[in-house]
């Protein structure tokens, strides 16, 4: 078989790089939240959490992959927890074992984003903010359900306060890597290989529009019902993957898992295999990442009211009896109305916004709202393309170089 470079310059459709940022090359930015996974399901289950250096070991493999496909600089967010300093450390040390300068760098160019860490989501959202105005091809984000869910939120929302636009097409994809609690969005793969894919795509060696995948999420509207005096201003947010609506009027320790507390719940997708809220969804009517529409689920309030009982994991190592009453499809951009007057509204797992009677509560399913770079479509495409094949720099002089395998355009291959 002929081996060929992939997209070869003279290759009219050949893709463009999408982030090249300044003169530096394809650009990329990682947002490493250093303390997912430490909420209160580690106590009340059986929820697992990465020490630092795991994080940091997780960064370095994703940068290893990163460099290999093509990404020249990564855009980190700053950190107190001690990520940004082992890896300098540790980068420092690679530089000095360098043999010399000519010798490849196992990892792009680092620059840390400037911004003051405050170790709060204020900081996911302003170095997400900070990041697309840098022009990045892609954000690398590592966390559970909530870390993507506050990088989508200042993606979609930062530049529509007033609700969820049309815009998506304009934002930078992100991929995810699971280092939280509840994992139902990220997925779970060796980073190495998500920073090889993210590497293909910054770099434009894959088409970026074969592997930007489309993801749909719930749009949040609390807004003062007519002749109630509400003086409460109209808010919006977003889940990307289940808004619970909670019977509890505080936000407390924000993380779910009383199944005594939910009322009811509203999902862009629902999986089986998933762990978390999202799981109810799953374990009565699946709904695809990619499938059109999502799933609605009212829950009862007592034994008499329920039309069946549900056991489902609602963290890890916790599976519940859930009550369930009914439940329907969403279809998008149609409005659902919450029933309860009361109570809290929880995003991807954590109780976030507090309403009484004053307010009314909508969900709304949003589809192709924001995208993610599809891993296993760009590794397809890689290899499909020889996308990461190279004539060898010098044949041994051991070996004749007339030997079979030798030479890649179309000579035989070895056996």
Same mark, same amino acid.
């Given at each position: 078989?002929?081996?060929?470079?992939?997209? +070869?310059?003279?290759?009219?459709?050949?893709?463009?790089? !999408?982030?090249?940022?300044?003169?530096?090359?394809?650009?990329?930015?990682?947002?490493?939240?250093?303390?997912?996974?430490?909420?209160?399901?580690?106590?009340?289950?059986?929820?697992?959490?990465?020490?630092?250096?795991?994080?940091?070991?997780?960064?370095?493999?994703?940068?290893?992959?990163?460099?290999? #496909?093509?990404?020249?600089?990564?855009?980190?967010?700053?950190?107190?927890? #001690?990520?940004?300093?082992?890896?300098?450390?540790?980068?420092?040390?690679?530089? /000095?074992?360098?043999?010399? *300068?000519?010798?490849?760098?196992?990892?792009?160019?680092?620059?840390?984003?400037?911004?003051?860490?405050?170790?709060?989501?204020?900081?996911?959202?302003?170095?997400?903010?900070?990041?697309?105005?840098?022009?990045?091809?892609?954000?690398?984000?590592?966390?559970?359900?909530?870390?993507?869910?506050?990088?989508?939120? /200042?993606?979609?929302?930062?530049?529509?306060?007033?609700?969820?636009?049309?815009?998506?097409?304009?934002?930078?994809?992100?991929?995810?890597?699971?280092?939280?609690?509840?994992?139902?969005?990220?997925?779970?793969?060796?980073?190495?290989?998500?920073?090889?894919?993210?590497?293909?795509?910054?770099?434009?060696?894959?088409?970026? %529009?074969?592997?930007?995948? !489309?993801?749909?999420?719930?749009?949040?509207?609390?807004?003062?019902?007519?002749?109630?005096?509400?003086?409460?201003?109209?808010?919006?947010?977003?889940?990307?993957?289940?808004?619970?609506?909670?019977?509890?009027?505080?936000?407390?320790?924000?993380?779910?898992?009383?199944?005594?507390?939910?009322?009811?719940?509203?999902?862009?997708?629902? %999986?089986?295999?998933?762990?978390?809220?999202?799981?109810?969804? #799953?374990?009565?009517? +699946?709904?695809?990442?990619?499938?059109?529409?999502?799933?609605? @689920?009212?829950?009862?309030?007592?034994?008499?009211?329920?039309?069946?009982?549900?056991?489902?994991?609602?963290?890890?190592?916790?599976?519940?009896?859930? +009550?369930? *009453?009914?439940?329907?499809?969403?279809?998008?951009?149609?409005?659902?109305?919450?029933?309860?007057?009361?109570?809290?509204?929880?995003?991807?797992?954590?109780?976030?916004?507090?309403?009484?009677?004053?307010?009314?509560?909508?969900?709304?399913?949003?589809?192709?709202?924001?995208?993610?770079?599809? @891993?296993?479509?760009?590794? *397809?495409?890689?290899?499909?393309?020889?996308?990461?094949?190279?004539? +060898?720099?010098?044949?041994?002089?051991?070996?004749?170089?007339?030997?079979?395998?030798?030479?890649?355009?179309?000579?035989? !291959?070895? !056996?």
């Amino acid at each position: 078989m002929t081996a060929r470079a992939a997209f +070869p310059a003279s290759d009219p459709d050949r893709t463009a790089p !999408p982030g090249m940022v300044d003169d530096a090359g394809p650009t990329i930015g990682v947002i490493a939240n250093p303390v997912s996974a430490r909420d209160i399901r580690r106590i009340v289950a059986n929820a697992g959490n990465l020490q630092i250096t795991d994080r940091v070991n997780i960064v370095l493999r994703l940068l290893a992959g990163a460099a290999a #496909g093509g990404v020249k600089r990564a855009l980190l967010m700053p950190d107190r927890g #001690g990520i940004r300093a082992l890896l300098e450390r540790h980068l420092r040390r690679e530089r /000095e074992s360098r043999l010399d *300068a000519a010798q490849t760098a196992v990892y792009p160019d680092l620059e840390f984003l400037d911004m003051e860490p405050t170790s709060t989501v204020a900081d996911t959202f302003l170095a997400t903010r900070l990041l697309r105005q840098r022009g990045v091809a892609a954000i690398v984000v590592l966390g559970g359900d909530g870390t993507h869910r506050a990088v989508v939120r /200042e993606l979609v929302l930062g530049q529509a306060p007033a609700g969820v636009g049309g815009a998506a097409a304009g934002l930078p994809p992100i991929a995810g890597l699971s280092t939280g609690t509840n994992n139902a969005f990220p997925e779970l793969r060796e980073p190495t290989i998500t920073g090889l894919a993210v590497g293909l795509y910054a770099a434009g060696r894959v088409p970026a %529009d074969a592997v930007r995948q !489309p993801n749909k999420l719930i749009e949040v509207s609390l807004e003062p019902l007519p002749g109630s005096g509400s003086a409460a201003a109209p808010q919006r947010d977003i889940a990307i993957v289940d808004a619970v609506v909670t019977r509890e009027h505080s936000i407390g320790a924000r993380a779910l898992w009383k199944a005594e507390s939910l009322d009811s719940a509203y999902l862009a997708f629902a %999986d089986p295999q998933a762990i978390g809220l999202s799981a109810i969804g #799953g374990l009565l009517q +699946p709904v695809g990442r990619r499938e059109a529409g999502g799933l609605a @689920v009212q829950l009862a309030a007592d034994a008499r009211h329920a039309l069946l009982d549900l056991h489902a994991p609602i963290a890890p190592g916790l599976v519940r009896p859930v +009550p369930i *009453a009914h439940w329907q499809r969403m279809v998008a951009d149609e409005p659902l109305t919450v029933a309860r007057r009361s109570g809290t509204v929880a995003l991807d797992g954590e109780r976030e916004l507090p309403f009484d009677a004053g307010l009314q509560v909508r969900m709304t399913l949003r589809e192709a709202a924001f995208f993610t770079i599809d @891993v296993p479509r760009c590794m *397809a495409l890689a290899a499909q393309e020889g996308a990461l094949r190279q004539a +060898p720099r010098a044949a041994p002089e051991s070996l004749p170089t007339d030997r079979p395998g030798a030479d890649l355009d179309g000579a035989t !291959p070895l !056996p």
